[in-house]
Nanobody, 123 residues
Framework: QVQLVESGGGLVQPGGSLRLSCAAS????????MAWYRQAPGKQRELVGT???????NYADFVKGRFTTSRDNAKNTVYLQMNSLKPEDTAVYYC?????????????????WGQGTQVTVSS
């Protein structure tokens, strides 16, 4: 069984910073692309950024220059450093990872989601 567990959310003032973490655990054979999504109340879930196993990153335009994602492959963990936060960044943030489970007979890549962590930007 593979699990993703996020941490690091909270309340921050506009202009502040937060760092989210997402750790994968379980019977992991390999982890490919990892990603961060967010969902604000009443809105659809949207992609924030991605990072490949080799470290290549891509970001949504609305976070470019403010957010940075990184990963520690030895710890099966992905991070999201969020700087210059704005009230419109308020959302539940989810991590997503494409993982091959050891217990999968065919070693198929599947998408796993974390439980989400709340980020609130408010004065």
């Amino acid at each position: 069984q593979v699990q993703l567990v996020e941490s690091g959310g909270g309340l921050v003032q506009p202009g502040g910073s937060l760092r989210l973490s997402c750790a994968a655990s379980g019977s992991i054979f390999s982890i490919n692309t990892m990603a961060w999504y967010r969902q604000a109340p009443g809105k659809q879930r949207e992609l924030v950024g991605t990072i490949t196993s080799g470290g290549s990153t891509n970001y949504a335009d609305f976070v470019k220059g403010r957010f940075t994602t990184s990963r520690d492959n030895a710890k099966n963990t992905v991070y999201l450093q969020m700087n210059s936060l704005k009230p419109e960044d308020t959302a539940v943030y989810y991590c997503n990872a494409l993982i091959v489970d050891y217990s999968d007979k065919y070693r198929l890549q599947r998408a796993y989601w974390g439980q989400g962590t709340q980020v609130t930007v408010s004065s």
